[in-house]
């Protein structure tokens, strides 16, 4: 039995692909599952001698990329160059990340990830580098079968990372590294890299603070795209 903490099921009437995806994967499995919103409700477990969040494991990304495969032709090598754009985001409310905090004492000032993205996109394009709206998706399984071509994914510091285990094994992941705040604590993601050690992936980070010029120089000097 799963008691699933968080997950975020609809955006108003519209359920969200990704988490129809996760429920029908557990439905399938014959796995019993409880969704609790955690700012309504207190969780209790009756006559529970131990309890605690699952930490990382490997076998949760086996897992998930094996399900995929039952619908996936896995036959084709992988080429694709993509860019994961934040352009389409949401915006969250304001202060929804910062709980009140003082943002002044915080490095991290909003929820962007690079603040002058057009720029970046410009020079991903001049470089032959596919520009991916996970928005645009038209659902979930289509997002999954496109990331299975993808051979080196390029992709701010977020949950856009996760796509990751959606690509064949030994591709290439660079994230583009800058603090985000979770919970009004500002803090370096540190499970991206797991994933990708999960999957065999080349790990490549880019430090920064939200400037285009600065990741744009990074990838002329290290020439990361020839």
């Avoid at 860019?83 to 003082?102: M, N, T």
Wanted: charged content about 30%; overall charge neutral; hydrophobic content about 40%.
């Amino acid at each position: 039995f799963l008691i699933i903490l968080g997950i975020d099921v609809h955006d108003g009437d519209l359920q969200i692909p990704h988490s129809k995806f996760i429920l029908n994967m557990l439905t399938n499995k014959k796995v019993r599952y409880r969704l609790v919103n955690i700012k309504d409700e207190t969780v209790k477990v009756k006559d529970a001698k131990y309890f605690h969040t699952v930490p990382f494991q490997s076998s949760f990304v086996d897992d998930v990329y094996d399900y995929c495969s039952g619908f996936i032709d896995r036959s084709k090598k992988p080429d694709k160059i993509i860019y994961l754009a934040r352009s389409k985001v949401k915006p969250k409310e304001e202060g929804s990340i910062f709980h009140d905090r003082d943002r002044d004492t915080l490095v991290v000032k909003n929820d962007l990830r690079v603040e002058d993205e057009d720029k970046l996109i410009e020079f991903f394009i001049e470089n032959n580098v596919e520009i991916v709206y996970p928005e645009d998706f038209k659902n979930f399984g289509e997002q999954v079968k496109f990331l299975n071509n993808v051979r080196v994914m390029i992709c701010p510091s977020g949950s856009g990372m996760a796509n990751m285990i959606f690509m064949q094994p030994g591709g290439v992941v660079i994230e583009l590294q800058t603090p985000v705040v979770v919970s009004a604590k500002q803090q370096v993601h540190p499970f991206y890299a797991a994933f990708c050690w999960a999957k065999k992936h080349i790990y490549i980070t880019i430090p920064h603070e939200r400037k285009s010029d600065t990741i744009i120089e990074y990838f002329k000097n290290k020439g990361f795209l020839k």
